[in-house]
């Protein structure tokens, strides 16, 4: 459940040129870049990943010049474990999609898969397999993104629940000095289940630290069923702070 913890937003930096570079626009170039970090706490919508503990986490993604885009990324989870299954430590996605605007509004569609490797959560009575497929779409005007993603599968687990979505509208403020503020609400609908069906906001500040290095704190909560989102005792949707580390390159 990748992360998105904190939204994407697209900063548009005009400067002053002088002669031919003043009547033409830099071409756009193509990127490959990876991610690595920790977490005090893997948060996905609201929701605990990790049973409220640290996690260990890593990407890879591609940026092409004409706007298409694909990547991976991963962490380390235990909900799927802690719902009984015998397997399914790690959580891989893998994405691709197209990044363009039209006038002032950048948008972004895609595709993701949450592969949760080797998991065996659809031999617990109950549940199904983890896995899950999404396509999502998100606008971006100013300083706010609103972000809608559609399961084409059952989401996360569980049964019968296709055709669930998630809405998620955030904002990013520029503090100064690499200071970074992102409000977020979201509303995670899970079909044919109410107990599963819940809110969730967040407030991050981001710093850059430079050199490719960022740190990050949120204060995140919920209004998400105790009993449907507590396993191993612990209620995943409780309110928290958590920290993490990530270094890009």
Same mark, same amino acid.
Request: charged fraction near 15%.
């Given at each position: 459940?990748?992360?998105?913890?904190?939204?994407?937003?697209?900063?548009?930096?005009?400067?002053?040129v002088s002669g031919l570079a003043?009547?033409?626009?830099?071409?756009?170039?193509?990127?490959?870049?990876?991610?690595?970090?920790?977490?005090?706490?893997?948060?996905?919508?609201?929701?605990?990943?990790?049973?409220?503990?640290?996690?260990?986490?890593?990407?890879?993604?591609?940026?092409?010049?004409?706007?298409?885009?694909?990547?991976?990324?991963?962490?380390?989870?235990?909900?799927?474990? #802690?719902?009984?299954?015998?397997?399914?430590?790690?959580?891989?996605?893998?994405?691709?999609?197209?990044?363009?605007?039209?006038?002032?509004?950048?948008? #972004?569609?895609?595709?993701?898969?949450?592969?949760?490797?080797?998991?065996?959560?659809?031999?617990?009575?109950?549940?199904?397999?983890?896995? @899950?497929?999404?396509?999502?779409?998100?606008?971006?005007?100013?300083?706010?993104?609103?972000?809608?993603?559609?399961?084409?599968?059952?989401?996360?687990?569980?049964?019968?629940?296709?055709?669930?979505?998630?809405? #998620?509208?955030?904002?990013?403020?520029?503090?100064?000095?690499?200071?970074?503020?992102?409000?977020?609400?979201?509303?995670?609908?899970?079909?044919?289940? #109410?107990?599963?069906?819940?809110?969730?906001?967040?407030?991050?500040? @981001?710093?850059?630290?430079?050199?490719?290095? @960022?740190?990050?704190?949120?204060?995140?909560?919920?209004?998400?069923?105790?009993?449907?989102? @507590?396993?191993?005792?612990?209620?995943?949707?409780?309110?928290?702070?958590?920290?993490?580390?990530?270094?890009?390159?």
């Amino acid at each position: 459940m990748k992360k998105i913890l904190v939204p994407s937003i697209i900063a548009l930096a005009l400067g002053s040129v002088s002669g031919l570079a003043q009547a033409q626009a830099a071409a756009p170039e193509s990127s490959l870049s990876f991610n690595v970090g920790a977490v005090s706490d893997y948060r996905y919508r609201g929701i605990s990943q990790s049973r409220l503990q640290p996690a260990l986490q890593g990407g890879v993604d591609y940026a092409d010049k004409s706007g298409f885009y694909v990547g991976a990324w991963g962490s380390a989870i235990k909900f799927i474990k #802690d719902s009984g299954a015998a397997k399914g430590n790690v959580e891989l996605d893998l994405y691709g999609g197209y990044k363009g605007a039209v006038g002032a509004v950048a948008y #972004d569609v895609g595709f993701l898969r949450y592969e949760y490797l080797g998991n065996k959560l659809g031999e617990v009575t109950g549940f199904a397999n983890a896995n @899950t497929s999404e396509v999502y779409g998100a606008a971006t005007f100013g300083l706010v993104t609103a972000k809608y993603s559609h399961s084409l599968t059952n989401v996360f687990g569980t049964p019968n629940s296709k055709n669930s979505y998630y809405l #998620d509208l955030s904002a990013a403020f520029d503090l100064g000095n690499g200071f970074t503020l992102v409000p977020h609400v979201g509303h995670q609908m899970v079909k044919n289940n #109410d107990a599963g069906t819940y809110t969730d906001y967040a407030l991050t500040l @981001t710093k850059d630290l430079g050199n490719g290095l @960022t740190a990050s704190a949120a204060l995140v909560g919920t209004d998400a069923d105790k009993v449907f989102y @507590t396993l191993k005792n612990k209620f995943n949707g409780k309110s928290g702070v958590t920290g993490g580390l990530k270094y890009a390159f």
